[in-house]
């Protein structure tokens, strides 16, 4: 069982930028995929990016562009840039893992607690 912890969300304006990371253990952050995913009251969670074991990414629709994520396997972190943030935007972010792949809910094998990511008008 791995252990996945998030920090960065907050509030912010729109038209901001912020910055999500998310801790993992070695194995899962080098050789797992990674992503990360959003869910707003009565909606189902979703996927917003991944990113594959050798750096391939994917994204929804409505972050493309705005939306950046990356990882640094020597710190064990996953990241999420988010940039040029609308009202829309704001949700819970959660970090999550696949063996394999990793956007949506059925391929995820860790789950990450969550954080708030919050932005006003």
């Known amino acids: 069982q791995d252990q996945l912890v998030e920090s960065g969300g907050g509030s912010v304006q729109a038209g901001g930028s912020m910055r999500l990371s998310c801790t993992g253990s070695?194995?899962?952050?080098?050789?797992?995929?990674m992503a990360w995913f959003r869910q707003t009251p009565g909606r189902e969670r979703e996927g917003v990016a991944s990113?594959?074991?050798?750096?391939?990414?994917r994204y929804a629709d409505t972050v493309k562009g705005r939306f950046t994520i990356s990882k640094d396997n020597a710190k064990n972190t996953l990241y999420l840039e988010m940039n040029s943030l609308k009202p829309e935007d704001t949700a819970m972010y959660y970090c999550?893992?696949?063996?394999?792949?990793?956007?949506?809910?059925?391929?995820?094998?860790?789950w990450g607690q969550g954080t708030q990511v919050t932005v006003s008008s």
């Open positions: 999550a893992s696949g063996e394999i792949f990793c956007f949506d809910r059925g391929d995820i094998k860790y």
């Open positions: 070695a194995y899962t952050v080098s050789n797992y995929c």
């Open positions: 990113i594959g074991q050798f750096g391939s990414t």
